[in-house]
């Protein structure tokens, strides 16, 4: 019903009178000021005038339904999206829904998270009304061995979606979208699978949109960064997102048809990681250096050491300093 009232007032282009909605959607008119008292509350500047009834004047930049739905226009990526004001974390959530049979596509969203993680456990910083929280659950018909790849897949969405506002991505291996050295995106992947079927995979994504440097806690500062930061100016977050999860719904109908050598192509584009000297420290401690020469066809970073090459699936990745 609120959608419904919504949507009238968009169509009309200008007033519409409270009479003319109820008998459009069958309702008392005391209904439909009830849907109009409850978008005003949620951020619609909604006018009204005697003898001519109510006209939307703006919508608000809010991470709701009805704003990232209208005009989406993907396949899959987003055929549900379900928002939330607060939750502990967008993937956590989604990873629920998904044992419970959640549809493909399904996308969770969150003003702000209390429990964001990204690689490695690590937190992510997640304050609201000035970043994007998302979650996409996917159920592909790859292996599981292709899956790690979404991550990939993920950060070229990102770069792309940058690329609508005139911005150009840097990705640092395998998905930290970088700006002056420091992060301001960060993609976490999680799967459930068998041994020859993906059940589902949930790709999440934590955009630090219209965050100043003084908004980051002190510790941050030196290693974060925002779009704002970058573009020195506010972005529209729903805009944004709405980009976002139409360059992923591209993506992955690709990979779905032709595999992900596509995806592995057009990361190549926007990394920074490749051709640099670079510092690995893999996930039981061990270190070493050498020059990032390419990515595989699995999404393994190949580097090229004093004694010979070697292939990175997992660690920390550091671009070391030219002398």
């Not at 956590?92 to 959640?102: E, I």
């Not at 003084?214 to 974060?224: G, S, V, W």
């Not at 729903?238 to 057009?266: I, N, S, W």
Request: proline letters at 5%; one cysteine or more.
């Amino acid at each position: 019903m609120r959608s419904d009232v919504l949507e009238l007032l968009r169509e009309a282009g200008g007033y519409i009178s409270g009479e003319k909605m109820a008998e459009r959607l069958g309702v008392t008119r005391a209904a439909v000021w009830k849907k109009i008292a409850a978008l005003r509350d949620a951020g619609y500047d909604i006018s009204s005038a005697p003898r001519s009834g109510y006209i939307l004047r703006s919508a608000p930049d809010r991470l709701i339904e009805p704003e990232i739905a209208k005009g989406l226009g993907t396949e899959l990526v987003g055929r549900k999206i379900i928002c939330y004001d607060a939750v502990g974390s967008t993937n956590l959530l989604l990873k629920d829904m998904a044992r419970q049979g959640a549809e493909n596509g399904t996308v969770v969203v969150a003003d702000t998270q209390g429990m964001g993680r990204g690689r490695m456990e690590r937190a992510f910083f997640s304050p609201p009304g000035k970043g994007i929280y998302v979650s996409i659950l996917l159920r592909p018909n790859f292996l599981p061995q292709d899956a790690p790849k979404c991550t990939l897949m993920a950060a070229v969405a990102v770069a792309r979606a940058m690329e609508k506002f005139g911005l150009r991505a840097a990705i640092k291996w395998p998905n930290d979208i970088m700006h002056d050295g420091r992060k301001m995106v960060g993609i976490l992947t999680e799967m459930s699978a068998e041994m020859d079927c993906v059940n589902y995979v949930v790709i999440g994504i934590g955009i630090n949109v219209n965050i100043a440097s003084e908004d980051f806690p002190e510790e941050l500062r030196p290693i974060a960064t925002s779009l704002m930061q970058m573009k020195g100016e506010p972005l529209p977050r729903v805009a944004f997102l709405q980009e976002l999860l139409r360059a992923l719904d591209a993506l992955y109908a690709c990979a779905q048809q032709e595999g992900f050598a596509p995806v592995l192509a057009a990361w190549r584009e926007y990394a920074v990681t490749l051709g640099q000297q670079v510092r690995v420290i893999g996930p039981a401690g061990e270190s070493f250096e050498g020059m990032a020469a390419d990515i595989d066809a699995e999404g393994a970073l190949l580097i090229d050491t004093s004694t010979g090459r070697r292939r990175v699936l997992a660690g920390d990745v550091s671009i070391r300093p030219k002398e």
